[in-house]
Every structure is written in structure tokens, then in C-alpha cells.
Nanobody, 115 residues
């Protein structure tokens, strides 16, 4: 049974920081490409950042310079360090694991950036 469990979301003021975590179980973590997506009400999911099996990373333009994605294969956990948060970063953040045609989603964690 594959599970992706996000944590670390919450309410933060503009300019603040948060670190999200995604703990994965039920699959060979090191063999999957991983990513963080955002979901806003009424909108499609958007890619924030990704990390490949080879630890190559890529970011949405809005995340470059502010967010850092990383993975710890021994802990089967992916992270998203977010700094200089802006109100427009408010969303549900979901983690995603993919290998070929096999893909899995977490339930998401809410991030709210407001005064």
C-alpha cells in the first residue's frame, strides 16, 4: 500500500519561511521521480519543483531563488524549503511520485501566507 504523507504546512506571514515534508512508504523511494505541486480552488494543479532519481532539480519560475527541493532516500522523504513566502504562494501543496506509468499523490498540506 503506497502512501505519501505531507506535513509542515500552516499559516505564515509574508516574507516568512516553511519547510514541507513528504514521507513515502510502500514503494522503492530511490527509484521514483518526485515533485511538489500546488492546488488552488478552481484551478489545475501546477508544478512547483521536481527532483529526479538522479537528484536533478527543476523549478517553476515563481519558485526559483526562493524554494529548494531535496530528497533523502534513506529516510524516504522529500522536502520543500520555502523562503520569502508571498500571499500568492497560498495553496494546498501536494507531493507526487512517478516511475513510468506508476504515479501516486499525497493528500496535500495547506500553506497560507497572510498577515
Amino acid at each position: 500500500h503506497v502512501q505519501l504523507v505531507e506535513s509542515g504546512g500552516g499559516l505564515v506571514q509574508p516574507g516568512g519561511s516553511l519547510q514541507l515534508s513528504c514521507e513515502v512508504s510502500g514503494l522503492t523511494f530511490s527509484g521514483y521521480n518526485l515533485a511538489w505541486y500546488v492546488q488552488c480552488p478552481g484551478e489545475e494543479r501546477g508544478l512547483v519543483a521536481s527532483t529526479s532519481m538522479a537528484h536533478e532539480t527543476d523549478y517553476a519560475s515563481s519558485a526559483k531563488g526562493r524554494f529548494t527541493i531535496s530528497r533523502n532516500n534513506r529516510r524516504s522523504t522529500m522536502y520543500l524549503q520555502m523562503t520569502d513566502l508571498k500571499p500568492e504562494d497560498t495553496a494546498v501543496y501536494l507531493c507526487h511520485a512517478r516511475r513510468g506509468s506508476r504515479a501516486f499523490w499525497g493528500q496535500g498540506t495547506q500553506v497560507t501566507v497572510a498577515l
